[in-house]
């Protein structure tokens, strides 16, 4: 198997004027992927989530690399995947929430949503001994009364909208831009947006890369580099896991969004490859050094684009309805 090179020999090819990089991973593991899509667990283990977590965290630490690691936080029940989070702080990676149980937020109701959002930053804060500053929503499925609960529930960021119109009307606000901004108007949460890709039918974050092929992450990050806003990079643990067998498959759509036609050496050869072309085109910052640059001054040079570090213009349309009565 093929390592990363040297990541300091990569870095010095950016300077402090480069757009900065965050390293995101989501914890989804074999479970909670079945659940969302309706298919039958067959085992009280889940080795997607054990081959994927290992192999992840040594593949950030081989590159040098320090992630946001973003926890279903009913994970914690199990002693085997607790003891992997607790290696990945152990090595220096951060600890975001993503939600209590893994459901859809906008299909649950008020109580539901608060108990996801509330539970699960409280749970993993005590349990790991933790600050959890971020969450992300399952399958980026918000709406404006969750991104209100993730705001009140103490949070310093929202990273689950890509910028679009429809990330945009979810929300009730008129747009979504590239650059970290405040969706919500008087509010202190700030929103890290996931790449664009339009017009690219798919993000092209790692596990859509790789069932795609290189040549879409390519022009995906080319298309968006040119912005020079900060970029979110999001892999997930199946980028990394091991095949599951055969007898665990339910159907072709599970072997397609397990990347199971993909062997592990090539996932890691071409996740390799992702991340090297992203260290030449930014400056890899951790999400707390991302943000603590945000909230030291909403003015500082940044990639070039002073004016663009947040964006506050990204007012509720609600808001404007009644300035305008």
Not at 32 to 58: C, E, K, N
Not at 166 to 189: C, K, Q, T
Request: charge should be neutral; charged fraction near 25%; aromatic fraction near 10%.
């Amino acid at each position: 198997m093929k390592t990363i090179g040297s990541p300091g020999a990569i870095q010095s090819q950016v300077d402090e004027t480069s757009p900065r990089a965050v390293i995101h991973l989501d914890l989804d593991g074999g479970k909670q992927i079945y659940r969302v899509h309706g298919w039958r667990w067959r085992s009280l283990d889940d080795p997607l989530f054990a081959t994927g977590m290992r192999r992840a965290l040594d593949f950030f630490e081989r590159a040098g690399v320090k992630a946001t690691l973003f926890v279903i936080a009913e994970d914690l029940g199990d002693a085997r995947k607790r003891e992997l989070l607790q290696e990945a702080i152990r090595r220096g990676h951060e600890i975001a929430s993503h939600s209590l149980t893994h459901r859809k937020l906008t299909a649950l109701t008020s109580g539901e949503k608060r108990r996801e959002i509330f539970e699960s930053r409280e749970r993993l804060a005590s349990e790991l001994g933790v600050e959890v500053r971020g969450f992300r929503a399952p399958g980026f499925a918000m709406d404006r009364e969750s991104l209100e609960l993730i705001d009140e529930a103490g949070y310093a960021y929202d990273s689950s909208l890509f910028p679009g119109g429809g990330f945009a009307r979810g929300i009730e606000v008129d747009r979504l831009n590239e650059w970290p901004h405040s969706p919500l108007a008087d509010r202190r949460l700030v929103e890290l947006p996931l790449p664009a890709y339009d017009p690219l039918p798919f993000p092209f974050h790692p596990c859509y890369s790789l069932m795609l092929g290189s040549w879409y992450f390519r022009l995906g990050l080319w298309r968006f580099q040119r912005a020079g806003a900060p970029l979110v990079l999001l892999f997930h643990l199946a980028d990394f896991a091991d095949r599951l067998p055969n007898d665990y498959m339910p159907n072709m759509m599970a072997r397609l969004y397990l990347l199971t036609h993909l062997s592990v050496e090539t996932r890691l050869r071409r996740c390799a490859w992702m991340l090297s072309l992203t260290q030449r085109k930014y400056q890899l910052v951790t999400t707390a050094d991302l943000l603590d640059q945000i909230s030291e001054s909403a003015r500082t040079p940044f990639a070039s684009r002073p004016d663009k570090i947040i964006d506050e213009s990204c007012h509720s349309k609600s808001q404007e309805r009644r300035v305008a009565s």
